[in-house]
């Protein structure tokens, strides 16, 4: 053949082979712009990129300073790793560091990191980015600091190895690394991370449409246990996806995860019908708790115990959780079922009625001063308040509700002064306040601090466990609070998405196992 005409015969072939390529890149990348799949209508994009629905998007992506619970639930255990992971019921269990050693005075813990360990920008991860990352966040206060309030000194001898010296014994130091206080950032990025990330987790920020949506992609330096098995993971927030149920239904997004009362009955409804392709709706578990906070400064009604029994035997708990369709389980004391000192036998305070009516008989209409005033945020919704205002008043407490906009309700809270009654939603772990007199509650007994003290003395997680029992029982016995439901998320999926996560996944969704 001649020359010219084999290399004629080599271009066009070149050419056609471009040709191909071009087209069936065009033809998968299709999907991507309209939503929709090659070849039908909408539907699951591929096993490779997954669109989950969340109910409310973060302010920013600033996890060292964004405060709210939205960026910990996109971002923590997907982009940011940290000291330690949380396992069922809280525990602790291996994260960056893959083992650790308590001393025998319960002063020193001495961390071993996995080794390996990169950043997303291919850097290795060591001890002195730990350090580091401590030192951030004890030095500028940033959320989560709180959990490293016993620290006396950190070092890290070689550049596997994290030793933590304490002022005195803290159980729950394992607890907070598992948190904002156990992030580990490169201080070696120069990022505007209210936008991007700098984390050694297998995912990191794709793109992120401030209120809208957040797009994570797989981390291609990842070196760990749980590698991404998606390259993408789409967050829509809210309503820029329109009804995130109705969007699963038609397949624009594979689950919406945490929906609303009157979403999570939508689901039900939809789910049932066996329309569009097939959907599973399950109900999850939560460390979250809504919690009724007495304020029980001396000059409140509340400071005798006898009137704050009386609210706690009169809140009738199961209407409460009742109210929100399915996403609450009414709480019979201080933790729900993913604490290790959860005990679904202790009914300390049972709804009776009668007998908060009796207790009561003791205090008079003046005692409580015209009634006492409920001022709580207003994303709890006016039915709450008005069923324990209900509540309380049938057995003889006058309340006066307020709902309130976020910054009313912190120039409410500020002097505690202002309220004799709030609701907050409160984790498991958060029951640690109620040891704090400077806290919501101001609340001050020496025995429940005492009580505290000995659960942080824990050597082991067994004895941690017991300890944080003895404390639970402690404090409902004093009735700080009333303790309400817990919070149970509602998810739709569609059928063929699997690896999606069941507990906690209002706060803490990794996503790494997910794939449609």
Known sequence: MPKHKRSSLKSALIFLVALAVLTAGAYLAWPYVTGGRPGGGPGLRGETSVRIGLRQAPASLDIR????????????????????????????????????????????????????????DGSDLQSQDVLWSLEQTVKKKTPGYHGLDHLSQV????????VIHLSTPDAHLTRALYGRAGIVYNSR???????????????????????????????KHYQGPHPAKSDQVAFSYGNSIGDQVR???????????????????????????????????????????????????????????????????????TALADLQSGTA???????????????????PFPHDPAKAASLNTYFTNRYYRGGVRLVYHESFGAQVGERIASDLGRVNIPVKTEMVDGTTYRDRMADGQAYELTLAMMDNEDNAVFADPASLARFDKPEVQQSYRALLDAADEDGYAAGLSRYDKDLSAQSPCDWIYARTPVILAAQGLE???GSAVDTYLPVWGVTA
């Open 65 to 120: 300073n964004e405060a709210g619970q939205e960026v910990e639930q996109a971002l923590l255990g997907n982009v940011y790793e940290t000291v330690t992971t949380p396992g069922d019921k809280g525990l602790p269990e291996p994260g960056l560091a893959s083992k650790w050693d308590l001393s025998a005075d319960r002063l020193t813990y001495t961390f071993h990191l996995r080794r390996g360990a990169r950043f997303s």
């Open 155 to 162: 070092t890290n001898p070689d550049p596997y190895t994290l």
């Open 189 to 219: 990025a120069g990022i505007d991370y209210s936008s991007s990330s700098a984390g050694s987790g297998p995912y990191t920020v794709g793109s992120w449409q401030s209120g809208r949506s957040l797009t994570l992609i797989r981390n």
């Open 247 to 317: 969007a699963v239904k038609e397949g624009r997004l594979d689950a919406a995860v945490d929906l609303t009362p009157t979403q999570a009955d939508s689901a039900r409804k939809t789910a049932a019908a066996g329309t569009g392709q097939a959907l599973r709706v399950t109900t999850g578990s939560s460390r979250k708790n809504l919690v009724l906070i007495i304020n029980n400064t001396p000059t409140s009604p509340f400071a005798d115990q006898r009137c704050r029994e009386v609210v706690r035997y009169a809140v009738d708990r």
């Open 329 to 347: 389980k009414p709480l019979n004391g201080p933790v729900n079922g993913l604490s290790p000192a959860y005990d679904p036998s202790f009914n």
């Open 499 to 501: 690896g999606l996560p």
